[in-house]
């Protein structure tokens, strides 16, 4: 297993540049220097975003740094969203004001593109979505540069939700500096019409960037909660319901991961689900069709992994039916779980089962995602011969824990 590939392979290589012993890192972190040994060994995983968060904050780095793998942007399945991403760049640089001679798509047409690129990142097939995301882009600030009248809020609402867009298919893929551009962009666009919908969307994309970085998880949870509280007594339309209740499970994961309890949260989010049967027709475009009683639960299983509850998943894994999902993203998300729940019992048979039906729901999500890389390499260095020559060797290599 020498071409293994794992989380502590790179935090025992910068702590080594950075001329930093275990012992060290142990004291910085809170950690003990035994555990520090056993994942820069691959004998324990790094399955935890808080630890995750500590290691990278104490060597000084990125989560990404900790995780990413260079050969993902050369993969062919997604080389059409990274390949994108320079153009994204420029046009959120320059707020679209670039050389483009193409007549802009309708308001309509956009926002009707909108949706269709909401579809496409919630079953995350970020290779189709990645071409569509700047022209898109472009065209939405040219109507915001020539609304006039009545049109002009509907073009910033319509700025307001693709930047939302855009800001959170760019954190899915770990351009978190470009990402929190667009959010800004969003939150512009929000501030910019009053919209309840878009403002909460907005401060959930930046809760979800923030979540990222080490040190920023007190602001996330300020973004989160103190943007609830403002817009709760106008929360009216099932839009803003959504968005709202969005906001509510943003704030339990980021409760969970500091170590606090994400209860409240998930409770108010809950009563918000409840509400959308009977919540009018939304007017903003601005929406998150993902919100709902099942999606709540699945935020439930991932808090309580978080705080390291595998038997609380895998109670709460059989009262939810992966079909009553919203797409294929949420879909996924329950399998990866789930798999990490059945790997933290040390079930690795069941573990591997779902995740192999995560990565069918998802296959670009899930083969990039480091909980699952971060499992199946523990899982190849640890599970029978059996297994590892088989399903779960194949898709070591998928993930690129193992060279193909």
Known sequence: MDADRFIGQKVREIRARRGISQQVLADRTGLSRGAIAKYENGERPIDSRRILLALAAALGVTIGDLTGHEQ??????????????????????SRGNITDLAPPHTLDELAALA???????????????????????TDAYRHVRGAAGGHAERAWDVL??????????????????????????????????GGVAPIAAAAFAQGQIML??????????????????????????????????????????????????????????AEQA??????????????????????????????AMERREPGQVLALAPT????????????????????????????YRDSLYAL???????????????????????MMRSARRDLTTGDLGRLAQRVGVVPT
């Open 72 to 93: 993902d942007k050369l993969d062919p399945s997604t080389a059409g969203f990274h390949a994108a991403v320079p153009e994204l760049e420029t046009v959120l640089w």
């Open 115 to 137: 949706r269709t690129a909401t579809e496409l990142r919630n079953d995350c097939d970020y290779a189709t979505l990645g071409p569509l995301l700047a022209p898109m882009l």
């Open 160 to 193: 307001a939700t693709v930047t939302y867009g855009v800001a959170s298919a760019l954190r899915a893929r770990g351009y978190y500096a470009l990402a929190w551009t667009a959010a800004q962009e969003s939150e512009r666009a929000a501030t910019h019409i």
């Open 212 to 269: 990222s970085r080490p040190g920023a998880l007190p602001a996330a949870l300020a973004t989160t909660t103190e943007t609830a509280e403002k817009i709760a007594a106008d929360v009216r339309t099932v839009g803003e319901v959504e968005t709202f209740g969005m906001l509510h499970l943003q704030g339990s994961i980021v409760e969970a991961t500091l170590g606090g309890d994400p209860e409240p949260h998930l409770t108010e989010a």
């Open 274 to 303: 409840a509400r959308l049967a009977d919540a009018r027709s939304s007017t903003s475009v601005a929406r998150n069709e993902s919100f709902g009683p099942a999606n709540v639960t699945l935020w439930r299983m991932s808090a």
């Open 320 to 347: 939810l039916s992966p079909v009553d999902l919203p797409n294929d993203g949420r879909r996924a998300q329950y399998f990866v779980e789930t798999g990490r729940a059945y790997a933290m019992k040390k079930n």
């Open 356 to 378: 192999l039906r995560a990565e069918h729901a998802a296959p670009q999500h899930v083969r990039t995602m480091a909980p699952v890389r971060e499992l199946v390499g523990h």
